[in-house]
């Protein structure tokens, strides 16, 4: 099993919705980040939360850590067609430089 | 801005030849690349973590032998895949960093296909 997963596989939602994207993990983290990985591009980090925060946000984007439960959330307001991306969650350990990423969530907002 | 490119962005190779691909980081000091391969049935595999002046680590079924990596300044990265077959198809993909930042910053990837 993965060390750290989306709970969703895909997800659809009209523009202007809101919508968020679950992650899991099992390891100790040092922080975690998410990205979105657009058609044909490589992924671009969105937030970054460290574990000693709750919460961080960018723009309309708002990311959530509960070490207790080894989980975090993305939320995303107002969206927007060009937030259609496969989202991934991605775990800084111990090991510094290396990062491990979920299976990743596609989101489709549709007009 | 920080950008990494990889180039080419898109190779077809025969089976059993070898292919090389490139990554550039421009606009920071990438102290440590790692590469990774990303296929339709699985997220990304981390195949080794390059780190300037260090040796290079390779992730468990990931082999210097079948993927020699050269990381010789703060700003270039290549990998080869030697003797490719179907399984090493995928997106490969390049993400450096700059000495104890977390943030990686990723090129568009270079796809593999193999005949």
């Known amino acids: 099993s993965q060390l750290a997963e989306e709970n969703s596989w895909a997800l659809s939602v009209h523009e202007g919705e809101s919508v968020t994207v679950n992650c899991s993990y099992k390891?100790?983290?040092?922080?975690l980040q998410w990205y979105r990985q657009k058609s044909g591009k490589g992924p671009a980090q969105l937030i970054l939360?460290?574990?000693?925060?709750r919460e961080n946000r960018n723009g309309r984007l708002r990311a959530t850590l509960d070490t207790s439960s080894q989980s975090s959330s993305l939320s995303i307001t107002a969206t927007r067609c060009e937030d259609t991306a496969v989202y991934f969650c991605?775990?800084?350990?111990?090991?510094?430089?290396?990062?491990?990423f979920g299976g990743g969530t596609r989101l489709t907002v549709r007009p | 801005g920080a950008l990494v490119y990889q180039y080419p962005r898109r190779t077809i190779c025969k089976s059993g030849t070898s292919m090389r691909m490139e990554c550039q980081a421009v606009?920071?000091?990438?102290?440590?690349v790692a590469w990774y391969r990303q296929s339709p049935q699985k997220t990304f595999e981390l195949i080794a973590l390059?780190?300037?002046?260090?040796?290079?680590?390779?992730e468990q079924n990931f082999t210097q032998e079948k993927f020699p990596i050269s990381h010789p300044n703060l700003s270039f990265s290549s990998m080869t895949v030697l003797n490719a077959y179907l399984e090493d198809r995928g997106l490969y993909l390049c993400?450096?960093?700059?000495?104890?930042?977390?943030?990686?910053?990723f090129g568009p990837g270079t796809r593999l296909l193999v005949l």
């Open positions: 606009g920071f000091q990438a102290t440590s």
């Open positions: 993400g450096a960093r700059e000495g104890g930042r977390d943030t990686q910053y």
């Open positions: 390891t100790s983290i040092t922080a």
């Open positions: 939360i460290r574990s000693n925060e």
């Open positions: 390059s780190t300037v002046n260090s040796a290079i680590k390779y």
């Open positions: 991605a775990m800084n350990n111990n090991a510094g430089a290396k990062l491990t």
